[in-house]
Each structure stands twice: as C-alpha cells, then as structure tokens.
C-alpha cells in the first residue's frame, strides 16, 4: 500500500515504522462512489473499512420496520465491525453517500495478524475498540431519540 495514503490513515498514528510495515501488506485501497453499495446487511462479512475521505450511511431493517439510518461514518471512521468481530454476516448494510478513498483489511488478515504480531494487533484492536464505543454511544442517543419521538407521536390509547 502506498506510504502518503498511509501517513493520512489515522488509525496508525503513533505506530512504529515496524508496524507500519507488518501492515501495510494487508491493507488495501478501494474508492466507492456516491450512492454505491458497499455491502449489505445479511453479506458475508469480509472486511473492515477506513474512511480516508468520503462517507458512509449504515442502514439497518427490523423484520418489522422501515430502514433505519443508524450511523454517518466519515473521514476517520470505521465500519464493518462485523468482520474484526468473528460475525458470519454484516448486520446492517453501507451505503457510501460521497464519493471517496476507504482501506479495506479482511477479517481473516486482521485476526492472522493478532495471532502473529500480537503487540501490533493489540494497538489495532484497542483503536479500533475505542471507535466501536463512540459509535455505540451515539447510536444509543439516536436510539433514545427515536422512542422519545416515537412516543411524542402516538395517539393515546394506541398503539405504536
């Protein structure tokens, strides 16, 4: 991969040369354009993504509900969690919303690479635990939102 992309790759910041190089050969450029699929939810889990520059919408669809705009992932971002955490299947689905520049590592790479490099694969995952836990504190928010809307909206007596 080449090392400018990877000097704007933020996720490795602080990491040592060495690092770097552990891995670089298992991570991929891919560009998507707008309103392009990226996955959908249901897939095969494949791969994590890093947003070098563009965005992503993450749907996900309740057996019994409309689709759900759950998150807006950005420059900096990461989505795909599913792959990194041993998932057979994304659970929702991507959609990228501007065009732009992402990195791919595939879930097999990722977890080889925790086996064989297990300090460099500690710093990803601890990273990339960090990024699950913001996300998950906003999704929480939206979450809490919607209900309180949800709730707002309902007729008394009714059902929502």
Request: net charge negative; aromatic share 8%; with cysteine.
């Amino acid at each position: 991969m080449d090392s400018a992309l990877l000097a704007r790759f933020a996720l490795l910041e602080g990491f040592s040369q060495d690092q770097v190089e552990i891995l670089s050969p298992i991570m991929g450029d891919i560009r998507f354009n707008a309103n392009q699929t990226v996955f959908e939810q249901g897939d095969p889990a494949a791969y994590l993504y890093f947003v070098i520059d563009g965005r992503v919408s993450i749907r996900f669809k309740p057996d019994d509900g409309p689709i759900l705009s759950v998150a807006d992932v950005k420059e900096g971002g990461v989505f795909g969690w599913s792959s990194a955490l041993g998932s057979a299947c994304y659970t929702s689905s991507a959609i990228c919303t501007q065009e732009g520049l992402f990195v791919r590592i595939a879930g097999e790479d990722l977890k080889n690479l925790c086996q064989e490099h297990p300090e460099t694969g500690i710093l990803i995952l601890n990273r990339l635990a960090g990024v699950i836990a913001q996300r998950l504190r906003g999704t929480h928010e939206q979450v809490v939102a919607l209900l309180h809307q949800g709730l707002n909206q309902a007729e008394p007596g009714g059902c929502l």
